[in-house]
């Protein structure tokens, strides 16, 4: 394997009651932690939401109510899942567009800021979309994880919209694209610099506000992009009555109160 690490890396994938990063709740997570040695090991939980799934979900993910009905709720479950969490790096396919997300949600909602300062993410996805731009085969397919798995390892996913075949083929994809480009570099550092993102921490779940070097919540995009949220404060009070996120609109009501 030419990946080197310095710290655990734990792959994570989500099984949900929707796609609404906001507002849906997790029914099952799967991790699989690779360390710097080459061990791995792997969990897969089902998670009680609290709440009914959606049939539409559970056509997708095959996970019904009564699956779940006497599972530990996420908020339960925290204090494990921040054990296994601790000390390393995180990736997931579209890991920074959806799971990252959502899971900084469901621990937000119980008070927990995640992941914590200094964690690398890297996201397979994005060096799929950079390094292939143009879609490999069909140039109609989608660049889900079923096309990168086929492309990077010659396999399809068994049992797919599973959490844990989902996240074994994320892992076997990543560890693929670091022997297939041997340019980006062997070690996390490397690829995030290719990538562009992955160590930035996010102050708001949509990633339009972040932290900079002194802890500082800075805009993330548009004109004021790097300043600081207190010193541009107009640009807030826009966004308060634009169409941005409810979670975004929190964090900026908050700076605005001090």
């Not at 090991?41 to 779940?68: F, Q």
Request: contains cysteine.
């Amino acid at each position: 394997m030419k990946l080197k690490l310095n710290s655990p890396i734990v792959f994570f994938d989500l099984e949900t009651t929707g796609i609404d990063v906001e507002k849906e709740k997790i029914v099952e997570i799967s991790l699989l932690k690779l360390f710097p040695d080459g061990k791995e090991e792997i969990l897969t939980l089902l998670v009680n939401p609290e709440r009914a799934i959606p049939k539409e979900a559970s056509k997708i993910h095959g996970i019904s109510d009564l699956m779940v009905a006497n599972q530990m709720t996420f908020k339960e479950l925290a204090p494990s899942l921040l054990k296994i969490f601790d000390g390393c790096d995180l990736s997931g396919y579209n890991i920074i567009n959806y799971d990252l997300p959502l899971i900084r949600m469901e621990f937000k909602r119980i008070g927990i800021e995640f992941p914590a300062s200094g964690i690398l993410t890297i996201d397979p996805y994005q060096i799929y979309t950079k390094k292939e731009p143009r879609a490999p085969g069909n140039p109609g397919e989608p660049r889900n994880l079923a096309t990168a798995y086929r492309f990077y390892c010659n396999k399809s996913i068994s049992n797919a919209h599973t959490a844990e075949a989902d996240i074994t083929a994320t892992k076997e994809v990543f560890i693929a694209q670091t022997e297939k480009y041997s340019d980006i570099g062997p070690t996390l550092e490397d690829i995030i610099k290719f990538t562009g993102s992955g160590s930035v921490r996010k102050a708001d779940i949509a990633g339009k506000l972040v932290y900079n070097d002194k802890n500082e919540v800075v805009y993330n995009f548009g004109k004021h992009q790097g300043k600081r949220v207190k010193d541009e404060k107009s640009y807030a009070e826009w966004m308060l009555k634009s169409d941005f996120p409810d979670e975004t609109k929190r964090v900026l009501r908050e700076i605005l109160k001090k």
